[in-house]
Nanobody, 124 residues
Framework: QVQLVESGGGLVQAGGSLRLSCAAS????????MGWFRQAPGSEREFVGG????????YYADSVKGRFTLSRDNAKNTVYLQMDSLKPEDTAVYFC?????????????????WGQGTQVTVSS
């Protein structure tokens, strides 16, 4: 079955950087689009960024544009989220997710498979 495993979370000071990884198995990775979401306590899960399946074009939420960068390595079945200039409001559990459809998908309901999440905490 499809499995997604996130890693790389942790505690960082404001202004610092982290790189999250999401390793996928049980699917033909190159045929799937990937997304990152986050969820803070008491809040709904929100879209962070995505990378399309065919063009590998990336797109981001306005709140992280210019600070976060998605990339993928099809040889390693892994997608990355490079997070720079982190802010305390970036604190959340970060999830990767995947789906096989084309287009720009920002809703959690549009993604088929999810990882367990990794905690990111940004101190002020």
């Amino acid at each position: 079955q499809v499995q997604l495993v996130e890693s790389g979370g942790g505690l960082v000071q404001a202004g610092g950087s982290l790189r999250l990884s999401c390793a996928a198995s049980g699917l033909t990775f190159s045929n799937f689009a990937m997304g990152w979401f986050r969820q803070a306590p008491g809040s709904e899960r929100e879209f962070v960024g995505g990378i399309k399946v065919s063009t590998y074009t990336t797109y981001y939420a306005d709140s992280v544009k210019g600070r976060f960068t998605l990339s993928r390595d099809n040889a390693k079945n892994t997608v990355y989220l490079q997070m720079d200039s982190l802010k305390p409001e970036d604190t959340a559990v970060y999830f990767c997710a995947t789906h096989p459809r084309r287009g720009v998908l920002r809703s959690p309901d549009e993604y088929d498979y999810w990882g367990q999440g990794t905690q990111v905490t940004v101190s002020s």
